[in-house]
């Protein structure tokens, strides 16, 4: 019995060292350097080294490496935002019933997933440029990102992005958020097409469910249910582009934001469902290869999210067709060599109706061949484009890429080409 025991013990220490560690030391002293910052009026670079940057973890410290802060940017955000962060500041907090349920759910994920790790989780205060990155085994999450709410008051931003950050988070989304990202310390990185994104991220959706061991809760969910053929439908047109722009981090211009997600969910739960091997199923989500096309076609083929058989090359064809292109130039062919210096304005007609939104930028050749001086703006029909010109010189080349950066028609397709160039040269005199 004795020798039984000893076992155990080791069997315990063991696993403690391997297991996670949640730390939240960068937190404390965040506040503790806030409030001492907020009553001085000289000194404010010393008292935040002494209070909060010399007493960093090494998470806090690779935070600011990979996503390039500092201490100006510290001081910056901290003078600029205080009723931001007096508002934020309950629900950074993070206590040990928290951390408990964290815990918990992690050793639930060990027995899913069985897999020694020993990366940590490190909560972070960082300075409003990201909600969280992977570095290696560990997380680290910029919960000033995370844990706002309805209450949390976002009127000092300038940035509409950091405006409507928290229109559909709260705090209580923390436990499901830090699984669904500790999950993706194991996924392979890429990802080739718009379905493949919607595995990759909804599965750790579905498997912070099994772990957390409750209904995973977020707008997309309710609302992709709520209209589940519709959001279906749509996706099919687009799941192997790698638009990903109308189906994640859209909250700008989607009142129904993310919706990726929500499929990918779906097909990892039917997935799931299907398998009779249940352990090797989450295992075959977590590690698919999201860059291998089919890999990641066997996963949705296996899950039946579909009634009918995908045909691979016909919603590639078809989505190619409606992708807007460029048509012609009105006032020259492009490539012309014979364009005249009073030239004013060059029309840009579009196949399709476009967004406002087209990207136009300098070519190859640079700043000096550029010829535009303005956008003036789409016609009516929104297929025109028109475009206001520099001063022009005799006997001189002149080019500029339209891009697909943002550039798409009004139904959402993505411009065709990854830099489209527009060419020509004046006459001589």
Partial sequence: MKSIASIVIILTFFNTVSAQKIITSDIDNFWLAYDSL????????????????????????????????????YLEVMDRYPLF???????TLIDKRKIKSINKALNKLKQLYPINSNGNIYYIIGTLKSGGTINNKDLLLGIEKIVGDKNTIVSEFENQNLQEMFQFTNASKLEQITIHEFVHTFQKEGEINLLSKAIKEGSCDFVAELALNRKFISNYIDYGFKNYESVKSEFKKEMFSQNFQNWFYNGDRNKNPDLGYFVGYVISKKYYEKSTDKQQAIKDLIEVNFNDESEVLQILEKSKYFDEEINVAEIKAEYKKNQPKVVRIIEFDNGSTTVNTDLKQIQVVFSKPMDEKISINFSKNGKEHFPLKS????????????????????????????????????DGYPFIEKEYVISFKTKQR
């Fill in 375 to 410: 956008v003036i703006g789409l016609d009516e029909s929104q297929t025109i484009l028109s475009l206001e010109t520099t001063d022009l010189s005799p006997d001189t080349d002149y080019d500029f890429y339209i891009t697909d950066r943002g550039t798409q028609s009004i």
């Fill in 38 to 73: 907020r009553k001085a009026e000289n000194g404010k670079s010393e008292i935040l080294e002494a209070l909060f940057l010399n007493k960093k973890t090494d998470g806090l410290s690779a935070f600011m490496k990979i996503k390039n802060f500092d201490e100006t940017d």
């Fill in 85 to 91: 962060w007096n508002s934020i500041r309950s629900n």
